[in-house]
């Protein structure tokens, strides 16, 4: 219990009213930590705390880096910037050594300005102190982790690129024929080449992505012996069963064969999630289930694909000889775009043509014509973002409009961009060009004419599939390839155990799946998160019954 005469030591309060520290001592939160545990993390919402004992640590996360900011000790505050600014934490507090701070809630602090206006100035002098230092230190040039040099339509550089847009680790990409990456080699004195190079130093020249990932500290490799629950996929349904999982105390492991995220991670904009009034990015909603995934104790391991599970022991074969031995497993690898089938177009996969949009390929369409084919949200959202870079963006729908696939809200905001044209009733008959695309052909089906347009990109998003394939016989699916669940087993006869399964099981027992591979009609980023954490209530009942049945 915290007393008066401890809050009257905190300089801050040390000019309050008997009865306002009194009040204090009875209402603020008496926090004792251990090393390492933070008293608010990074984002965290606004309070005001104060330090009684012991020491805290400052820290925030730059491009995926920590960084000691600096120190409270016993008497100093910390809280005033988001109290001033109506924000959450700029950095995460946490104790460097056993302490003691004491919380007040925005609410309690307003009541003692109230009392008290040398408390509010003193407050506002300090915000405006920690501001300017938090200004200098966001002013710093930050060097990126990577440099890249490698040509645009280079289909390994584009991979690079993609992947490190998606872990959000910062990079600058150089083009070999221009003058910064001549000063670049020259710098180095080595002759051109086609590489990487690392914050520290360190060239590697052409390198895979899974050693890019390995040189950058992304883990790669289980650390653990076994696992409570291993989940195959780093979607929003994925990083939702990460989240549950490692927050109610399991074992729990995620492996993603290229960056967190799923397709979510690749929208512009996702207007209509929940808490979010002004839309978020796919890949900032990732990253920010990411690292909660993460601070809960979750591993993350990226660019490995898993080969195989054995249903009956939950063991799970990643590519290469490593294997994750698990309890259970959730399946929750999403769904991967529908190809079309038009002469020339895999050549130019990754050359001016792409399945999907990263935020990131935006950069590469400044005052360039891109047409995006697809008549559903992701491909609205592209467009939008699209329209900020190129100089003209031409949506190509086959059938008479829009309304039938695409959000109301989507239509209207397409409608007020000048520079984005939605062209119904159309198809892409071919595509041109050697190296790269240059131009596409487009059959108008109302008039059954094709015309030639020069094209600095072409867009695909029509529709997914699920591409379970390399699952077992014993993981039951639909003629499409989606993953049966609960009572679509014991429908289809595929279900022989003493107990029903459950909601989100899989005909082969402690194995689950959700998000968009399951078979569902019900494809929104909201749902896929929502089955994620269902899917943790599920495991931790089936892993209560296992231990049942193997103590009986």
Known sequence: MLTSDEVGAIPLFSGLPAAELERLARTAADLRLGPGEFAVHEGGEAAL??????????VKTFDGVERTLGWRLPGTIFGEVPIALGSGFPGGYRAAEPSRVMRIEVQQYYSIAAVSKDVSQKLSALAR?????????????????????GHRWDTACGELRRFLARNQISFTWLLPDTSDAEAFWSSLGRPALDVAQLADGEIIEAPAVRDLAIRLGLQTRPRGAEYDVAIIGGGPAGLAAAVYGASEGLRTIVVEREAPGGQAGTSSRIENYLGFPSG?????????????ARRLGAEILVTRSVAGIDPATHDLFLDGTDVVRARSLILATGVTWRRL???????????????????????TTHGLDVFLIGAGNSA????LHFSGH????????????????MSHYLIEQLRAKSNVKVQVRSEVQAVHGETHLTAIDILDKASNEVSRHDCGGLFVFIGANAETEWLPADVVRDARGYVLTGDDVKKAGRWSHGRDPYLLETSAPGV???????????KRVASAVGEGSMAIAFVHQYLANEGKAQRS
């Open 129 to 149: 102190e920690r501001l300017g230092g938090l200004q200098s230190i966001t002013a710093e040039p930050q060097k990126p982790r990577v440099t890249l040099v």
């Open 380 to 383: 609205g959202q592209a467009a």
């Open 49 to 58: 705390f104060a330090v009684l004992a012991g020491k805290i640590e400052v």
């Open 341 to 363: 089938a038009i002469d020339g177009f895999d050549r130019l996969i990754g050359k001016g043509v792409y399945y999907g949009a990263a935020r990131s390929e935006a950069n």
């Open 390 to 405: 190129a100089r003209n963006v031409t949506l190509l729908v086959r059938g008479p409009s829009l309304a039938d696939s």
């Open 512 to 522: 689950f799946a959700c998000g968009d591979v399951r078979l569902s009609p019900v």
């Open 280 to 292: 978020i990015s796919g890949d900032e909603l990732a990253s920010r289930a990411l690292q909660q």
